[in-house]
C-alpha cells in the first residue's frame, strides 16, 4: 500500500453527523440580508445557527428578525448507528451490510451512503467506493463530510488533482483539522505559475489629453504590481482592467484625505491626473491600491465587504497598520470600536473624519487577520467569498472564527497595542 494511501485509511473517521433540511430558519439582519439556517437559537446576546454542517453567530443589535420553524427530529436509523459501531471496531463487511439496508429504506440517505463510502474503502473496494462517494455528493454538494470522502477516494487512486479540490471544498464548507492535513499531503509543494495569458493586462485610456510617457509609466509600473499581487493571493483577473488617467481632474495631493481616497474603481480604474507629468510616489500608491481592488472585485464579483476590500487595499498598497493600531488603542480601552458588520457597506457619505476612522479600522482588522492566520487566512477568506458565502459564514469558514470572535480577539489586541509600539525597540 502507498504511503499516502496508507495515511488516508488511517486517518478516516467515523464522526459524521446527520444533516439537517435547510432553510428550517430565516433570519433577517438590520441591513437587509437575510439568512437562511438550518436551526437558530439564542444564547445570551448572541444569535447562534447552524447551516450545512457549520455553526455562527452574530450580536443581537444585528438582528432584525428570526422566523423560527419547526425542525423535525434529525434520522437515527439504527443500522447506520450500528454501522459506524461496526466500522469503528474494524468489522467493514458487517458495517457495510448495515449501511446497505438503511439505503433500502432510504435510497438518499446521505448519512448512510457515507458510511458505505468509508466500508468499502476499508476493504479496498476503491472503485466502488467512488461511486458511492459521488452519489453523495450529488444529493448533497454542500456537504463537507461528503466532499471530504470522495477526496479519500481521489487520494487513494493517486488522483492529487481532484483530491486537492474535493478537501478545499469541504473545508470550504467546514473547517477541519483533519481535512486541512490531507489537503497538505496531496497539494503540490508550490503553486505552478500561471500560463501566459494572450493580449494585454491593462487598457489605458486618457480623458482631456493623452500623456504617452505617463501612460507607458503607469502600465510598467501595474504590470510589476499585477505580478506581485498575483504571487501573494494565488490567482489574477481573467480580463484586461481597463485605466482611465483624467487630465481634466485635480490631484490627490493635497486634498486632505487618504490618497488613494480619490481614485474610483467600479472595475475600471480612475486616476485624476491633472498636472501629472510623470509616475510619483502617492501615483504609484494610488495604483497599487486601485490594483488591488480589480483583484478582489474579479475574483469574489464584489461579493466583499467594504471593510476587506479596503483593508486588503491598503495592506497591498503598502499601509503602515501599526500606526493605524496605536491610534486605535484609546478606542478600545473606552469600548467604543466600531462593529465591522456596520462596515459592510460603501463608505460613501461619511466625512472627512469618518472616512479616515473606517479605512485606519479596516487595515488594522486585516493586519489582524494576518496576526492570527498569516496571508493563507486572506486567500482562504477571499475563495471562501468567491463561492458566494455571506461574510458571517466566509469568516468563521476561512479563519476559524465567527465574526464577534473575531471582533472580541481584535479589539483585546488593539487595547495595548500602542503600548506594545511604544516599548518596541527602534528601527
Same mark, same amino acid.
Given at each position: 500500500m502507498p504511503p499516502l494511501r496508507a495515511r488516508v485509511f488511517a486517518a478516516m473517521t467515523l464522526a459524521g453527523s446527520l444533516s439537517a433540511p435547510a432553510g428550517a430558519d430565516t433570519i433577517t439582519l438590520v441591513n437587509g440580508r437575510v439568512i437562511e439556517a438550518d436551526r437558530s437559537w439564542w444564547e445570551g446576546s448572541q444569535l447562534r445557527y447552524e447551516k450545512d454542517g457549520g455553526v455562527y453567530g452574530l450580536p443581537r443589535n444585528l438582528v432584525k428578525h428570526v422566523d423560527?420553524?419547526?425542525?423535525?427530529? %434529525?434520522?437515527?436509523?439504527?443500522?447506520?448507528l450500528t454501522g459506524r459501531e461496526r466500522l469503528a471496531a474494524h468489522e467493514p463487511v458487517e458495517a457495510a451490510r448495515l449501511f446497505k439496508l438503511a439505503l433500502r429504506r432510504d435510497p438518499q440517505s446521505v448519512p448512510a451512503l457515507q458510511g458505505l463510502a468509508e466500508a468499502q474503502l476499508a476493504q479496498g473496494e476503491v472503485q466502488v467506493a467512488r461511486e458511492t462517494a459521488e452519489r453523495a455528493v450529488r444529493l448533497d454538494d454542500r456537504n463537507a463530510r461528503s466532499r471530504a470522502l470522495l477526496g479519500d477516494v481521489?487520494?487513494?487512486?493517486?488522483?492529487?488533482?481532484?483530491?486537492?479540490?474535493?478537501?478545499?471544498?469541504?473545508?470550504?464548507?467546514?473547517?477541519d483539522p483533519e481535512v486541512r492535513r490531507k489537503l497538505g499531503e496531496v497539494? %503540490?509543494?508550490?503553486?505552478?505559475?500561471?500560463?501566459? !495569458?494572450?493580449?494585454?493586462?491593462? !487598457?489605458?485610456?486618457?480623458?482631456?489629453g493623452a500623456n504617452e510617457t505617463l501612460g507607458m509609466a503607469v502600465v510598467r509600473a501595474l504590470t510589476e504590481t499585477h505580478a506581485e499581487y498575483g504571487t501573494k493571493l494565488g490567482f489574477s483577473p481573467e480580463e484586461p482592467v481597463t485605466v482611465v488617467?483624467?487630465?481634466?481632474?485635480?490631484?490627490?495631493?493635497?486634498?486632505?484625505?487618504?490618497?488613494?481616497?480619490?481614485?474610483?474603481?467600479?472595475?475600471?480604474? !480612475?486616476?485624476?491626473?491633472?498636472?501629472?507629468e510623470q509616475l510619483t510616489p502617492e501615483l504609484l500608491r494610488v495604483l497599487r491600491h486601485e490594483l488591488a481592488h480589480s483583484f478582489v472585485a474579479s475574483r469574489t464579483a464584489n461579493n466583499c465587504p467594504t471593510w476587506l476590500q479596503e483593508g486588503i487595499a491598503q495592506w497591498l498598497e503598502g499601509g503602515d497598520p501599526n500606526r493605524e493600531d496605536a491610534g486605535l488603542a484609546p478606542r478600545a480601552r473606552a469600548g467604543r470600536v466600531t462593529n465591522l458588520l456596520t462596515l459592510e457597506s460603501p463608505f460613501r457619505g461619511l466625512s472627512e473624519e469618518e472616512a479616515g476612522q473606517a479605512y485606519a479600522l479596516s487595515l488594522s482588522a486585516v493586519a489582524h487577520i494576518l496576526r492570527k492566520r498569516g496571508e493563507s487566512g486572506i486567500v482562504r477568506l477571499i475563495a471562501a467569498l468567491s463561492d458566494r458565502l455571506p461574510s458571517e459564514e466566509a469568516l468563521p469558514v476561512a479563519l476559524a472564527l465567527s465574526y464577534p470572535e473575531f471582533q472580541k480577539s481584535w479589539e483585546e489586541y488593539l487595547r495595548t497595542a500602542d503600548r506594545a509600539a511604544a516599548n518596541a525597540p527602534p528601527r
Amino acid at each position: 500500500m502507498p504511503p499516502l494511501r496508507a495515511r488516508v485509511f488511517a486517518a478516516m473517521t467515523l464522526a459524521g453527523s446527520l444533516s439537517a433540511p435547510a432553510g428550517a430558519d430565516t433570519i433577517t439582519l438590520v441591513n437587509g440580508r437575510v439568512i437562511e439556517a438550518d436551526r437558530s437559537w439564542w444564547e445570551g446576546s448572541q444569535l447562534r445557527y447552524e447551516k450545512d454542517g457549520g455553526v455562527y453567530g452574530l450580536p443581537r443589535n444585528l438582528v432584525k428578525h428570526v422566523d423560527q420553524k419547526a425542525l423535525p427530529e %434529525p434520522a437515527s436509523d439504527p443500522d447506520i448507528l450500528t454501522g459506524r459501531e461496526r466500522l469503528a471496531a474494524h468489522e467493514p463487511v458487517e458495517a457495510a451490510r448495515l449501511f446497505k439496508l438503511a439505503l433500502r429504506r432510504d435510497p438518499q440517505s446521505v448519512p448512510a451512503l457515507q458510511g458505505l463510502a468509508e466500508a468499502q474503502l476499508a476493504q479496498g473496494e476503491v472503485q466502488v467506493a467512488r461511486e458511492t462517494a459521488e452519489r453523495a455528493v450529488r444529493l448533497d454538494d454542500r456537504n463537507a463530510r461528503s466532499r471530504a470522502l470522495l477526496g479519500d477516494v481521489y487520494a487513494i487512486l493517486g488522483d492529487r488533482a481532484r483530491a486537492e479540490e474535493q478537501y478545499g471544498r469541504s473545508l470550504l464548507l467546514r473547517p477541519d483539522p483533519e481535512v486541512r492535513r490531507k489537503l497538505g499531503e496531496v497539494a %503540490p509543494a508550490t503553486t505552478p505559475p500561471s500560463p501566459a !495569458r494572450a493580449g494585454p493586462l491593462f !487598457r489605458v485610456k486618457y480623458e482631456g489629453g493623452a500623456n504617452e510617457t505617463l501612460g507607458m509609466a503607469v502600465v510598467r509600473a501595474l504590470t510589476e504590481t499585477h505580478a506581485e499581487y498575483g504571487t501573494k493571493l494565488g490567482f489574477s483577473p481573467e480580463e484586461p482592467v481597463t485605466v482611465v488617467l483624467q487630465a481634466t481632474t485635480a490631484s490627490f495631493a493635497g486634498t486632505g484625505g487618504p490618497g488613494w481616497a480619490n481614485g474610483l474603481n467600479d472595475g475600471t480604474i !480612475r486616476v485624476p491626473a491633472l498636472g501629472v507629468e510623470q509616475l510619483t510616489p502617492e501615483l504609484l500608491r494610488v495604483l497599487r491600491h486601485e490594483l488591488a481592488h480589480s483583484f478582489v472585485a474579479s475574483r469574489t464579483a464584489n461579493n466583499c465587504p467594504t471593510w476587506l476590500q479596503e483593508g486588503i487595499a491598503q495592506w497591498l498598497e503598502g499601509g503602515d497598520p501599526n500606526r493605524e493600531d496605536a491610534g486605535l488603542a484609546p478606542r478600545a480601552r473606552a469600548g467604543r470600536v466600531t462593529n465591522l458588520l456596520t462596515l459592510e457597506s460603501p463608505f460613501r457619505g461619511l466625512s472627512e473624519e469618518e472616512a479616515g476612522q473606517a479605512y485606519a479600522l479596516s487595515l488594522s482588522a486585516v493586519a489582524h487577520i494576518l496576526r492570527k492566520r498569516g496571508e493563507s487566512g486572506i486567500v482562504r477568506l477571499i475563495a471562501a467569498l468567491s463561492d458566494r458565502l455571506p461574510s458571517e459564514e466566509a469568516l468563521p469558514v476561512a479563519l476559524a472564527l465567527s465574526y464577534p470572535e473575531f471582533q472580541k480577539s481584535w479589539e483585546e489586541y488593539l487595547r495595548t497595542a500602542d503600548r506594545a509600539a511604544a516599548n518596541a525597540p527602534p528601527r
